[in-house]
């Protein structure tokens, strides 16, 4: 997997909080590569609730429809849940075949864990197509049970890498009332990201007590000024899952009746779940810069969106940055192609505080030179005021280098 | 601008017809490079017609606004025309300056050509946001006009190049009842090509008899099954331009009243059109394969379309094919992110005539060494039968190299 992005968190991996009524185990089960982690087990304690987003896409992976399916029926707080995860394999495009190992995976760890197997979440990761060989999984599902921990969040981020080039985790600890809630995530994603949706695995844990609607309402709003605001290259994954589970453990209860408490854990949810989509991003294949692209003047916040996607998702505008070349035209050009309203004389385009265009044309005031330094940083803000209106969009997104392409050029062999 | 892609025409730059009533002229301005060809003038003779194709960019050209403007006041066969078009900047994005760079450059040839004003037509490609010096195209304006000549087509196709490693030209003689028709084309185009449109210079000259309305008619429609249904890297240009003239002095007349006739004249320039699109796929920027992507069987021609386009803007696909790896499953992925109507169990997908998924897996008579050997060709065809109808959409792309990023981190520097 070479070597680790030059824009991974310089603090290395974070310490994750423990959250009460939660145990993970993770485990080699040998399903693409030997002796690496590449299954992860987490077991949620009763009166749980647990909400999910998925991949959009019409060719999903059997884990990912059986997932949908199984949320569908979680009415109430309910539980004991399981989350079982591979790395290596997809399970995606598999036919029939495909169907039947998520079938066996869950009966499997519903038998060990003595838990309904409806109550079984699965998702698998790696490449497409392939016949996912379950019995190798099933064989270490005993192992997985006996290593469950509270302390086990962590091995279970780099269980479920594929192209990542490091593990990705997030955590706080904050009080609502004198109570302490935490929440903890882990996150794996690197190619194939884009919206929609999730673009990866992302699984997330908290102690807060909070009903499955409410939990999933907030994690589809938040997913997408979130997740659903990065891409690497524009290819949406079959397999991208968010799940979010809720213990009830912390004794502080969430819901409508406290809107100021309802706020406060939706402003968390929202620092975890941004900060690991920002890791993803850092992450991304070949990335050697991290770029904030941020919309505002908008008619609408459709129209913001849709700027803001398409100059993130720019060959031209990428590769340009992988250059540190402050080839604004390029941005132009991107915003130019976007379908959003544009009216060219209004626009104003920066490089963080540096003003490029205004009035039609690059602005008296921008020097090449001091953006050609700018450029030099490792974290570059494009921002674009249309002039139109008052709705904003951001999106996050990595340059284009020549990484990326040795990657993806010969990433199955 | 490095070596020719290896995908360029084995036989060379063809021979182009001259075609009677048009005559064409190229000199070096120094627009951006020195002692290189980057301005070519081409003069229509009297009563001719012509029509174009235009890009839907917001922050579109100058000169593409001037031209829309212009064609619309082109009711019948009139002229003569002028087209004058300089490589080297694009004047887009140049605000009211860039207005009057068009408007100096159009009036300098209406005086040296005795034509009115609004019968020239401009272009301009480059680098984008940088102000035209329209002085320096203004100073050669008498050296162009005395070096018209019928056989000046050739060295306008090497006027107008900007990253191309080659220059492209198409052209074809065929008989419409006894009289010899001719149509001649030249392209330029390599890198921010997608649709829509044009997404490059096309200039097409033909000696037909047609009305502009008709002219128009058949080039629209052309246009969506040729240059519409190109990508390189899914940028747009600002600066797309495609126009047909048509002289009549084959005394051959095109219209409605004679369909037989009609028919063969757009076929002709259908080849002619998809031949010069294909080769501007084939000169790519990095382009080491040339990609069809074929799908058939979908309920809509809309559907067909997101789904080839989905597949041809893929960077996971065309990494794939880079690396020669026949990695079928990013295929899936495309087709599964393209937003249509997909059902995976009907599907079928093949590399050439190897069949390669059915039936919602792999096909059981799919060999990967059969796969892997198919994928060391030039040319790639991917086919897709989605089993949900009867439309069909082609699409043509390359595939995504290394010297792609090379020749973008730093293309404007």
Redesign the interface.
């Known amino acids: 997997m070479g070597k680790i992005s030059p824009l991974a968190p310089k603090a290395g991996f974070p310490e994750l909080n423990s959250i009460d009524g939660v145990r993970f185990s993770s485990a080699c089960a040998g399903v693409k590569y030997k002796n690496r982690l590449d299954v992860m087990l987490a077991e949620i304690c009763d009166n749980s609730s647990i909400a999910g987003v998925f991949t959009k896409?019409?060719?999903?992976s059997a884990a990912v429809i059986d997932c949908q399916k199984k949320l569908l029926s979680v009415k109430s707080s309910s539980g004991p849940f399981a989350i079982v995860v591979n790395s290596g394999n997809?399970n995606?495009?598999?036919?029939?075949?495909?169907h039947n190992a998520v079938s066996e995976i869950c009966s499997k760890f519903a038998q060990e864990l003595d838990i309904p197997e409806k109550n079984v979440f699965s998702a698998s990761t790696g490449?497409?197509?392939?016949h996912l060989d379950w019995k190798k999984i099933g064989a270490i599902s005993k192992e997985l049970v006996v290593g469950l921990s509270p302390r086990g969040l962590d091995k279970a981020a780099k269980a479920i890498m594929t192209t990542d080039t490091f593990a990705k985790g997030s955590s706080e600890e904050f009080a609502i009332d004198n109570k302490t809630i935490k929440i903890s995530g882990i996150a794996k994603g690197s190619?194939?990201i884009?919206p929609d949706m999730a673009t990866m695995l992302v699984y997330i844990f908290t102690d807060v007590g909070i009903s499955p609607s409410q939990l999933q309402k907030i994690v589809s709003d938040l997913n997408e000024k979130t997740f659903n605001s990065i891409t690497v290259?524009?290819?949406?994954?079959?397999s991208d899952s968010l799940m979010v589970v809720a213990t009830g453990k912390s004794g502080c209860v969430i819901n409508d009746q406290n809107p100021k408490q309802l706020q406060q854990f939706k402003q968390a949810l929202l620092r975890i779940m941004r900060d690991l989509a920002h890791q993803v991003v850092k992450d991304g294949e070949g990335a050697s810069k991290f770029i904030e692209v941020n919309v505002s003047g908008a008619p609408s916040f459709s129209s913001a969106r849709k700027v803001a996607k398409s100059i993130a998702?720019?060959?031209?505008v990428k590769?340009?940055i992988?250059?540190e070349?402050p080839?604004?035209?390029?941005i132009?050009?991107?915003?130019?192609?976007?379908g959003?309203?544009?009216d060219?004389?209004l626009?104003r385009v920066s490089f963080g505080n540096l003003l490029v265009?205004e009035?039609?044309?690059?602005s008296p005031s921008y020097s090449e030179e001091k953006a050609a330094k700018y450029m030099q940083n490792d974290e570059i803000l494009i921002q674009v005021d249309l002039g139109l209106g008052s709705f904003k969009s951001v999106f996050w997104t990595c340059d284009?280098?020549?990484e990326?392409?040795?990657i993806?050029?010969?990433?199955?062999?």
Not at 332 to 338: L, W
Not at 408 to 413: E, K, L, V, W
């Open positions: 896409s019409a060719t999903r997809s995606a495009f598999t036919g029939k075949q495909g490449v497409i197509g392939e190619g194939m884009a290259d524009g290819d949406t994954s079959t998702n720019s060959p031209l590769t340009a992988a250059g070349d080839n604004w035209g390029r132009i050009m991107a915003i130019g192609k976007s959003a309203k544009v060219r004389d626009l265009a009035n039609g044309w690059v284009f280098t020549q990326y392409i040795s993806n050029a010969d990433y199955r062999s």
